[in-house]
Every structure is written in C-alpha cells, then in structure tokens.
C-alpha cells in the first residue's frame, strides 16, 4: 500500500507553516533557514505558506499526485506532528480540511488497509 501523503500533500500547501525561529539552529533537524522567513519576533515559516494561495517551498511535485518534501529529514515539528488521518486511528480534521480544499476525498479507515 502507498502511504496517503505521498500521492496527496494538500496540507503542504493549504496552511501557514510556522515554528518557533530556533528550529532553524538549535534542533536536531534544523530547518534550512533560508527556506524560511521571519513572521515575527518568535516565529519562522517555511516560504511559500505566508501566502494567500500557500504552497510551501519545500514542496515538489503535484499536490494530488507524486508529491514529496524535499527537507523530509528536517522538516519543522509542525509538519513531523501533523498526522494522516486514521493513521493512528484517529479523525484529523484538518488533513480532512486540507484534502477537501484540493478537490481529495478525506481519508477513511480503508484507506489505509491494503487491497494487495
Ligand atoms: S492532507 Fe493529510 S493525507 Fe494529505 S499529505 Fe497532509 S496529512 Fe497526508
Ligand atoms: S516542510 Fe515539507 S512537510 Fe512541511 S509543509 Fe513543507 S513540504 Fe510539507
């Protein structure tokens, strides 16, 4: 089975994306600053997010298709803690949210059981 987020990165490029500054220096997956830039005094988001339409920088590919994150090992912990939902087994209604907004169905508990 694929997982869900490899075809789909809806929420890549639905939310504003942002993090505490020191993600870019001190974590153990610093987030490449210069992909990202300063909100305000406490916070960075990654570029591309801030926008009306976001879509983050990090993000390549086709949302709804072969979609990946090129920073995957250093992404922010905001993106590390975003769940699929029924990936725990729970609902997240923002992945639902995010999905709906591109056009993608929300994800279901079969979604993740494999037909192979
Ligand atoms: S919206 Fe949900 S399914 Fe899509 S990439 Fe994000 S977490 Fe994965
Ligand atoms: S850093 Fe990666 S996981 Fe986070 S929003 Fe950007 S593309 Fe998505």
């Given at each position: 089975m694929t997982h869900p987020c490899l075809t789909c990165g809806?929420?890549?490029?639905f939310f504003r994306v942002s993090f505490h500054w020191s993600e870019t220096l001190t974590t153990s997956h610093a987030v490449p600053e210069d992909l990202t830039l300063q909100i305000n005094p406490y916070m960075n988001a990654m570029k591309g997010t801030e926008t009306k339409s976001p879509r983050c920088i990090s993000l390549k590919g086709d949302v709804g298709g072969v979609i990946s994150c090129e920073i995957y090992a250093n992404r922010p912990e905001c993106c590390r803690s975003f769940s699929a939902s029924?990936?725990?087994?729970?609902?997240?209604?923002?992945?639902?949210?995010?999905?709906?907004?591109?056009?993608?169905?929300?994800?279901?508990?079969?979604?993740?059981v494999s037909t192979e």
């Open positions: 809806a929420c890549c490029a029924f990936e725990d087994g729970t609902v997240n209604e923002r992945c639902a949210q995010a999905r709906i907004s591109k056009g993608l169905t929300p994800l279901a508990l079969s979604s993740w």
